[in-house]
């Protein structure tokens, strides 16, 4: 498994306190995870303007499976940033799906990380 930064419209996500999340909404119709907060400009790899804090929404669509633990009782140190992508994922193996077709995500919020498998994303 390696873990790999997303790139995001603002650069990479470093840093714990990166990512903060105020709701997240699961759509059981159409199988989406949504995620809603704020991200601190401080911690983006390429700062914007003066802003401190940006309003984010991300959505990952057609979501398999996923699982959420507190920060501090995740054991895992290959986590390169607030959002990774894990290639060669065991995870993906195991559940028997295809890794072109899905992808097994890390969003690290300020209190928990996610882990998710899904067929894509959306960051707004």
Same mark, same amino acid.
């Given at each position: 498994m390696i873990y790999?930064? &997303?790139e995001t419209s603002w650069g990479v996500l470093r840093k714990r306190n990166s &990512?903060?999340?105020d709701s997240v909404y699961h759509e059981?119709?159409?199988a989406n995870?949504?995620?809603k907060g704020q991200i601190s400009n401080t911690?983006? /790899?390429q700062a914007i303007g003066e802003q401190e804090w940006i309003d984010y929404e991300c959505i990952f669509n057609i979501v398999l499976a996923y699982k959420? &633990?507190?920060i501090d009782s995740y054991f895992n140190i290959e986590v390169k940033s607030s959002f990774d992508e894990v290639e060669? /994922?065991?995870w993906i193996s195991e559940l028997e799906l295809s890794n072109d077709e899905f992808h097994h995500y890390v969003f /690290?919020?300020?209190d928990y990380i996610y882990e998710i498998i899904a067929k894509g994303f959306e960051f707004k």
């Open positions: 790999k930064n &997303i &990512i903060y999340l059981v119709d159409n995870l949504n995620f911690n983006l /790899s959420c &633990i507190e060669d /994922s065991e /690290s919020t300020y």
